[in-house]
């Protein structure tokens, strides 16, 4: 595959849509090259492997992590004093739909319309790191203010409602672990700051013939929207099978996952610039696209990386 290491803009189009099939059914352009998502199982897999799957990859989710979300209870009981907060910041889609769903298992009205939440949104103080989450929070009714041009922690901090200084009270609702650089830089800028973990992320070991499969994989493409499920499956793939990662294709959602994915050994690397299933499938098969020979010129053998870039 040709390596790369350069960012393709995001298209519009929501979590699940945006993303379209071959035109032509009798050459689709993923055919023979196998796709391993590395996500949450959840709708917007779905949506993306079966467009994958329609372009004629053979296409698999690998999910190295499982999502647990704390009990009911013991949401309910952070939750309650965190009703008068001012901010609220929600760092991926798998926070709003865990928090949203243990808010109505445990009966509260947290996101309920013209409930604290919904007012923080509407005045512009409800925040999500990409389109991903703030979509689901817009699914609910919430509005949330979005970076421009780049989705994470960096971006976040750069939005003129959290520049500071802050007086008020922000919840990071999330998980433990990730980069832990919000909450210290918000408490610099005077803000109280809460982090509201309603999550967890739990190693899972993937069955064996799952770990061949992808080692064994003569044109193989990975697609990872987090450096937390990445880290994860390189963890996972011992011996032999870790002379995958250099020669694999890699799609990620940002420029930090990419620097993370270097350091890891992935070297043909392309950015999607979010992780909406759309703009993953569409730089999945703008990754393919590029590493395709020109007629009359034969496939470079896996493996070797060719040395010229995309533009």
């Given at each position: 595959m040709q390596?790369?290491?350069?960012?393709?803009?995001?298209?519009?189009?929501?979590?699940?849509g945006g993303m379209h099939a071959a035109t032509d059914p009798s050459s689709p352009p993923l055919r023979g090259v196998q796709v391993f998502t590395l996500r949450p199982h959840d709708?917007?897999?779905?949506?993306?492997?079966?467009?994958?799957?329609?372009?004629?990859?053979?296409?698999?989710?690998?999910?190295?992590?499982?999502?647990?979300?704390?009990?009911?209870?013991?949401?309910?009981?952070?939750?309650?004093?965190?009703?008068?907060?001012?901010?609220?910041?929600?760092?991926?889609?798998?926070?709003?739909?865990?928090?949203?769903?243990?808010?109505?298992?445990?009966?509260?009205?947290?996101?309920?319309?013209?409930?604290?939440?919904?007012?923080?949104g509407a005045a512009g103080r409800v925040f999500a790191p990409g389109p991903g989450s703030a979509e689901a929070l817009q699914r609910l009714g919430i509005t949330a203010q979005v970076p421009v041009g780049r989705y994470d922690s960096e971006g976040i901090l750069a939005l003129p409602a959290l520049s500071g200084p802050l007086q008020g009270h922000v919840v990071i609702v999330g998980a433990p672990g990730g980069r832990g650089l919000l909450a210290p830089a918000l408490r610099e800028r005077g803000a109280r700051v809460t982090l509201f973990h309603v999550y967890a992320r739990q190693p899972r070991p993937l069955p064996a013939r799952h770990l061949a499969r992808l080692a064994a994989a003569p044109q193989a493409v990975l697609v990872?929207?987090?450096?937390?499920?990445?880290?994860?499956?390189?963890?996972?793939?011992?011996?032999?099978?870790?002379?995958?990662?250099?020669?694999?294709?890699?799609?990620?959602?940002?420029?930090?996952?990419?620097?993370q994915a270097r350091e890891l050994g992935f070297r043909t690397i392309l950015v999607a610039g979010s992780a909406r299933p759309a703009d993953l499938h569409r730089v999945t098969l703008a990754l393919v696209s590029s590493a395709a020979p020109a007629p009359g010129r034969p496939r470079p053998a896996a493996g070797r990386a060719r040395p010229d870039r995309l533009a």
């Amino acid at each position: 595959m040709q390596q790369d290491t350069g960012q393709v803009r995001p298209h519009g189009g929501g979590d699940n849509g945006g993303m379209h099939a071959a035109t032509d059914p009798s050459s689709p352009p993923l055919r023979g090259v196998q796709v391993f998502t590395l996500r949450p199982h959840d709708a917007g897999t779905r949506a993306l492997l079966s467009a994958l799957r329609l372009d004629g990859a053979q296409a698999y989710n690998l999910a190295p992590l499982r999502l647990v979300a704390i009990p009911p209870e013991a949401f309910a009981r952070q939750a309650d004093p965190l009703a008068g907060a001012s901010h609220w910041l929600f760092t991926s889609p798998a926070a709003v739909r865990m928090a949203a769903s243990l808010a109505a298992r445990a009966g509260l009205d947290l996101f309920a319309p013209g409930a604290a939440l919904a007012q923080a949104g509407a005045a512009g103080r409800v925040f999500a790191p990409g389109p991903g989450s703030a979509e689901a929070l817009q699914r609910l009714g919430i509005t949330a203010q979005v970076p421009v041009g780049r989705y994470d922690s960096e971006g976040i901090l750069a939005l003129p409602a959290l520049s500071g200084p802050l007086q008020g009270h922000v919840v990071i609702v999330g998980a433990p672990g990730g980069r832990g650089l919000l909450a210290p830089a918000l408490r610099e800028r005077g803000a109280r700051v809460t982090l509201f973990h309603v999550y967890a992320r739990q190693p899972r070991p993937l069955p064996a013939r799952h770990l061949a499969r992808l080692a064994a994989a003569p044109q193989a493409v990975l697609v990872a929207s987090s450096g937390a499920m990445l880290a994860a499956l390189v963890a996972q793939l011992r011996g032999r099978r870790r002379e995958v990662i250099p020669r694999a294709g890699l799609v990620v959602a940002s420029t930090r996952l990419q620097a993370q994915a270097r350091e890891l050994g992935f070297r043909t690397i392309l950015v999607a610039g979010s992780a909406r299933p759309a703009d993953l499938h569409r730089v999945t098969l703008a990754l393919v696209s590029s590493a395709a020979p020109a007629p009359g010129r034969p496939r470079p053998a896996a493996g070797r990386a060719r040395p010229d870039r995309l533009a």
